[in-house]
């Protein structure tokens, strides 16, 4: 059978890089542009993004449905990949590029809806995306190299929107839109969105192309009972899931607030160039950390994945309790921030290749222990677990800047560039200091309590089960002939 071509492995990854480069300005500055820069309460924004966030993770089971009984000479998945694309992108712009002559509770109606419905067009190219590996590969081995390269892929996306959407975002609102300080930046983000969503739509367009999956391809579909029931039944599953959504919760809360901490704490009249350089270093990092560092521990240190889990996490747990350090020193270079931050970023690197190895684990687990293969189920989790975690971690930074009045205290000098932090009381510093590194590194020690008293899915045992179901199902073959 002809193998998968490099054009198409290409198409797919650059899919990829264009879906999550969409989903990391979403998720990383929508709370940001609404709460700091349009004025919409704090707490307000926390309650969407968690409702939201929630009913989207619901509401990836029904799309699932929907997806598998479509029907079209393109197939079932591409029709659906290009028009939640199409949709998704639309509502991208609009979200942010918010009508200025809305008052607070206009915007406030008006930020719910475009988020809601951007979650919503989200899912519709997202689960389409990733079911159709199937459809279009040949061998297990296939894809799971696919797999591997599409959430690399996807880290590079997160990572560029990381890197450069602040600069970017100065640069279109002082030159197009000719502005000063939070002005110039209500303007930079309508057009970098603008950029980005077309960029999403050129991708995936390319990905519909150049990738040809099978008209007799199946899409097994998974109810949110079926979600839960096997969660309660593997119990490897659970322990994972569980373990994901701590690190997840700890490290989005402070990718949500490092904005904030560079603009209303770091300061200075050029901030967003300090936070650009900071998130580049971290990008960088995070990108390598998946590509260079986790094959080096795993393959040339021959560490097992478990040592690696709590070296990652170890990492994590140092580079904030060494931020926290920092934060009550004299911080006259970003420089500094480097060191706890290769840490932090080093270990959501591996996270990310880790989660997605451990939740493979347990399908052969629950295949020997439940009697059935649960793979569709299992890897939904993985969606779901992140949108719940997102709207846990955004509910909690907003709380932390009502609690602080952040933006508040700035307010007045808003239109200018000016130095943010000289506003802000120090009380307020220390909370917001506090809420983005005391939370996270308690939420990854009870990961790790929890992770060590639970998981038993060694590389000796990952072993020994697929063995088991190699020998179960080669029997089951020579039953069948």
Known sequence: MEKLSLRAKFSYALGAVGKDMVYMLSASYVLYYFQDLLGVSAIAMGIILL????????????????????????????????????????????????????DAAGLT??????YILWGVTYTMMDIPYWSMIPAFTHSGRERENLTTIARSAAGVGSAIITIVTMIAVRFLGENIGGAEGNAAEIIGFKWFALIVAG?????TVLTCINVKEKSTARMETVSVKQMFKALIQNDQALTVVVAI???????YITSNLVIYFFKYDFGGTGWFNDYTLFNTFGGAVQILSMMVLYPLLRKALKLSNTRIFYVGLGSAIMGYAVLLALAFTNMGSVALLFVPGFFIFASSGI??????VFLANTVDYGYIKLKRSDESVIFSMQTF????????????????????????????????????????????????????TIIPIVGLFIAILWFKKKFILTDEKVEEISDQVKAIKESQNDTTA
Do not use: H
Not at 199 to 203: K, R
Not at 351 to 356: A, F, Y
Not at 396 to 419: F, G, H, M, P, R
């Open 199 to 203: 960029l999403f739509v050129i991708f």
């Open 385 to 436: 677990v992140v949108k719940l975690a997102s709207g846990i971690a955004a509910f909690a930074a907003s709380i932390c800047l009502q609690i602080n009045s952040l933006s508040d205290a700035a307010t007045t000098e808003a239109d200018k560039a000016v130095d943010f932090s000289a506003a802000v009381s120090d009380g307020a510093k220390v909370g917001l200091r506090m809420t983005m």
């Open 109 to 114: 109606a008006y930020a719910a809806i475009a």
């Open 51 to 102: 409702v939201a966030r929630i009913f989207d993770a619901f509401n990836d089971p029904i799309m699932g449905v929907v997806v598998a009984k479509t029907r079209t000479r393109w197939g079932k998945f591409r029709p659906w990949l290009l028009i939640g694309t199409l949709t998704n992108a639309v509502v991208l712009f609009l979200m942010f590029a918010a009508p200025p002559s809305l």
């Open 351 to 356: 996270m990310n290749i880790l989660t997605t």
């Open 245 to 251: 959504v701590l690190i997840n919760t700890a490290i």
